[in-house]
């Protein structure tokens, strides 16, 4: 079964860390360009970090830089998110999205709650 899984959400105070993995099963991320994004309650999804899968090159939002990391590790297919310094307005629901030519996979998302 082809699928991402998303993990390492939680609760943390503002200021704190957070790393996010994003898993995948079935296919090999190494060949797709990842896209980490997020949707806060009442707000249209929006992208916060992506790397592509040719050159490892990264992009950030302008809200998360200097601040989020996004990195691959190809041995545990896996893509992770740091996230560092940590704002309220950094709450919401966190999806990662693997893509390259005809496939397009989103995982279930996970929480990430940031108290003041």
């Known amino acids: 079964q082809l699928q991402l899984v998303e993990s390492g959400g939680g609760l943390v105070q503002s200021g704190g860390s957070l790393r996010l993995s994003c898993a995948a099963s079935g296919f090999t991320l190494e060949y797709y360009a990842i896209g980490w994004f997020r949707q806060a309650p009442g707000k249209e999804r929006e992208a916060v970090s992506c790397?592509?899968?040719?050159?490892?090159?990264?992009n950030y939002a302008d809200s998360v830089k200097g601040r989020f990391t996004i990195s691959r590790d190809n041995a545990k297919n896996t893509v992770y998110l740091q996230m560092n310094s940590l704002k309220p307005e950094d709450t919401s629901v966190y999806y990662c999205?693997?893509?390259?030519?005809?496939?397009?996979?989103w995982g279930q998302g996970t929480q990430v709650t940031v108290s003041s």
């Open positions: 999205n693997a893509r390259k030519i005809f496939h397009d996979y």
């Open positions: 790397i592509r899968s040719t050159d490892g090159n990264t």
